[in-house]
């Protein structure tokens, strides 16, 4: 049968509904361009023997919104091509009762549902379609927004491995006390040794007042008492009370006279 009939035949597919005798995988694909697209399809009921046509209708609008033959793969000539199709870039193998449809370096324009199909007596029996799309950019899909959540440090065991967390031991935790002890009680001697020495330097400033205070006394006293007082040695008394101090030859004894 010429390749020009199968065109004829496959302007009907449009009424007609996929049947589950041919299984066809994946049901969609989207891929970017210059990829490589892999399409499958058994024959559930079907002989070994069975040829499955791989027919394709592009993606409308387009002025070429047909179906229109692309291969199948004949045991004694190999790959049947349909009219104008690109051979370099499409291929159909057979693997026991599936066939494999290969497409390289797609492009946008090879967009379309892409059908296997057998040919029985009398029906012809489709498969439900794969539908293909070929863009040049991916679409991306929006993700939701987290708020980032504060992370909480925990305190982990110690492991003789890995330990990635801080250790919270017993020995830890002991010279973590002993250090702090340790800081306070210095601290309490430093404060004290600097009350004492406080207190020695305003003990040597009051001593060093007094014995000043002292010496001013002393000076002021000798002044008073006069260079004559001085001589004789009897602490500046005057002539009555050294008289009387003499004891009992005062008579005799002759009052000087200043």
Known sequence: ?????????????????????????????????????????????????????????RQA?????????????????????GQKVEQEKLTVFPDATRSILNLTRVKPADSGVYFCMTIGTPELTFGKGTQLSVVDVLPTTAQPTKKPTPKRKMCRSPNPVTQKGPSCGPLTLGLLVAGVLLLLVSLGVAIHLHCLQRR???????????????????????????????????????????????????????????
């Not at 589950?20 to 210059?34: C, F, H």
């Not at 609008?61 to 091509?81: M, N, R, T």
């Not at 006069?226 to 602490?235: C, D, F, S, T, V």
């Open 1 to 57: 049968m010429q390749p020009g009939l199968w065109l004829l035949l496959a302007a009907q597919l449009a009424a007609l509904h996929g049947s589950s005798v041919l299984q066809q995988a994946p049901g969609s694909i989207m891929v970017q361009t210059n990829q490589r697209v892999i399409m499958s399809c058994e024959a559930k009921t079907s002989p070994t023997s069975t040829r499955i046509y791989w027919l394709r209708r």
């Open 200 to 258: 020695a330097r305003l003990r040597l400033l009051k001593q060093g007042v007094w014995r000043k205070k002292k010496a001013h006394q002393a000076s002021r006293l000798k002044r008073a008492r006069g260079p004559g007082a001085q001589e004789l040695g009897l602490g500046g008394l005057n002539p009555v009370c050294r008289s009387s101090t003499v004891g009992p030859q005062a008579s005799h004894f002759t009052p000087l006279s200043l």
């Open 61 to 81: 609008p387009s002025p070429d919104s047909h179906h229109e033959f692309l291969a199948v793969w004949d045991s004694v000539k190999g790959i049947v091509y």
